[in-house]
Every structure is written in structure tokens, then in C-alpha cells.
């Protein structure tokens, strides 16, 4: 008994390990990066980061990129879920094909995308070929930033909602067919169907996909620098350029320990809204 009582814990010894070895130990160096100096503690770097001229830019840029993109991918995602459950045939063909993204990188889907939209791209090529415009237009640059968020949205849908589509499709698959049967039966239209069993039946899921997503969000940054470069500032943006192009180890770190604070209250925030009870899960 008593062994049998150890063996979980020898089984999870590996990664807790791996965990503390290459995330919680950098971790602890980071946040005592940003709130020490060669005087001991101090708040000045957090006090720079507050200062830094594109801080309120990058801090409203990132939110409303997650606040936009993220909705999006989860409302798609579910459409091309429950479309993959009404095909008969070529279903995992279908999948393979919708997920390639998630074999792209962040950098690669970035260049992509500016390869359609730059001045001399092909969809200014393509639209001076048919006379629809006189010259190529700019699209990317710091004086069109509307069309550089929605450039920069479009990337990241394309990109990353098979992040959360793959997760849907496992739920469904968890989701029991007798239910909807039975409300076919009873004359549940297929939106009744999909509000009142699908939805709540996927919960967990969503919040799973939810969470992940938000906190990937939250760190975006390859695609909006291979896009707009400094002309669309988001918070790991800043911390990258603090790092490396101002040398300064404590700001930079500033910038991480922030997005990852945000990323905890979003992770919580789900936790708490899309609370399955637990008389709901048995």
C-alpha cells in the first residue's frame, strides 16, 4: 500500500523537475531582475517601463489585439468544428489541411503575409494587374494604422485559430450523440441544438482553448514585428527591444513579469467564468 501510495509522486518527480529546472528558476530570476538594482529592491524599473514612450501604445495594442483576435478564432473555430462533425467523407483530409498552419512559425506566417500586403506585394500586384488601383498602395506603415491592425489580425487568424480548432474537435468528440438524437426527436431546431447541448456540453474545452489562446495573445510578437515593425508597439515588442537594442536586462524584464501578470488574471478569469460544477462532470 504504502508503495502503491508513492508511485504517482515518482511519476510526476520527472516533470516538476523539468518545470523547476527551465521555468521556475528563470522565473524567480526575472522578477528579481526587475525589482533589484546594484542599491538592492527597487520599483525604478517598473517606473521606467510606466515612462517609456510607447508603453501606453503597446499596452492598449496588445489588448485590443486579444480582445479582437481572440473572439474570432474561437467563433470560427467552432464553425469549422462543427462543420468537420457533418462531413461523411474526407473528414481528417479536411483537419490536415486546416491545421498546416500550426507547422508555420510565428516569423514565417509574418513574412508570409507581408509577401500579400506589401507595396510591392501580390495583392497590390494583383490589383494593379486589373486596373483596380493606379499605384501600389501602402498598407503596413505607421501612417495607415487601421489597415496594419487588421493586416495584423488577419495573420494571427490565419495563423493560430487551428490552435483552437484542434482543441474543439477533441471536445466534440467527448460530447455524447445520444443527446442531440434525443433533441432531434423532441423538433430542437440544429441552433437550439447547438446552444443548449453542444455549448455547455463544450465548456471545458472552450475554456481550455480560451485560456491557452488568450495567454499566446498576450505574447504575440514575431508576426505584428514581421508586419509593422516598431510601428505597431505590443508589450513583448518592448520588452524585446529593451533587451536587445538598449541593453537594459531589469526594464526588459519589467515587460515580461507584466505580461505574464496579465496572463495569470486572464487564466484565472477563465477559470472562474467557464466553471464547469462538479455534479456537471460526473
Known amino acids: 500500500m504504502r508503495a502503491n501510495a508513492v508511485l504517482p509522486y515518482v511519476l510526476i518527480a520527472p516533470s516538476v523537475l523539468f518545470l523547476a529546472a527551465f521555468f521556475l528558476y528563470p522565473l524567480a530570476q526575472t522578477v528579481a531582475l526587475s525589482l533589484s538594482d546594484a542599491d538592492g529592491f527597487t520599483f525604478a524599473h517598473y517606473a521606467r517601463m510606466a515612462g517609456d514612450l510607447n508603453f501606453k501604445d503597446a499596452l492598449v495594442n496588445t489588448f485590443l489585439l486579444v480582445a479582437v ?120 431546431t440544429p441552433w437550439q441544438r447547438f446552444t443548449k447541448i453542444t455549448l455547455p456540453l463544450l465548456k471545458p474545452s472552450i475554456q481550455t482553448a480560451l485560456t491557452l489562446r488568450t495567454v499566446l495573445a498576450f505574447e504575440v510578437f514575431a508576426v505584428v514585428f514581421a508586419l509593422g515593425g516598431t510601428s505597431f508597439p505590443v508589450l513583448v515588442g518592448e520588452a524585446y527591444i529593451w533587451q536587445f537594442q538598449n541593453q537594459n536586462y531589469a526594464v526588459a524584464s519589467a515587460y515580461a513579469v507584466l505580461v505574464m501578470a496579465i496572463s495569470l488574471g486572464a487564466t484565472v478569469f477563465y477559470l472562474r467564468v467557464l466553471r464547469t460544477p462538479p455534479e456537471a462532470r460526473g
Not at 490552435?163 to 455524447?176: D, E, N
Open 69 to 188: 483576435v481572440v473572439p474570432l478564432q474561437l467563433i470560427a473555430a467552432l464553425g469549422m468544428a462543427q462543420m468537420l462533425t457533418k462531413l461523411r467523407k474526407g473528414r481528417d483530409l479536411v483537419l490536415w489541411v486546416w491545421t498546416i498552419p500550426l507547422g508555420v512559425s510565428d516569423l514565417a506566417a509574418g513574412l508570409v503575409w507581408l509577401a500579400l500586403l506589401t507595396d510591392r506585394g501580390y495583392l497590390n500586384s494583383a490589383l494593379f494587374a486589373l486596373g483596380l488601383i493606379d499605384a501600389p498602395t501602402g498598407w503596413l506603415s505607421y501612417e495607415t494604422p487601421v489597415t496594419l491592425f487588421f493586416a495584423i489580425v488577419l495573420a494571427e487568424i490565419w495563423r493560430a485559430t487551428a490552435i483552437v480548432l484542434v482543441i474543439l474537435v477533441a471536445g466534440l468528440g467527448l460530447v455524447p450523440k445520444e443527446y442531440d438524437e434525443a433533441a432531434q426527436i423532441f423538433g430542437a
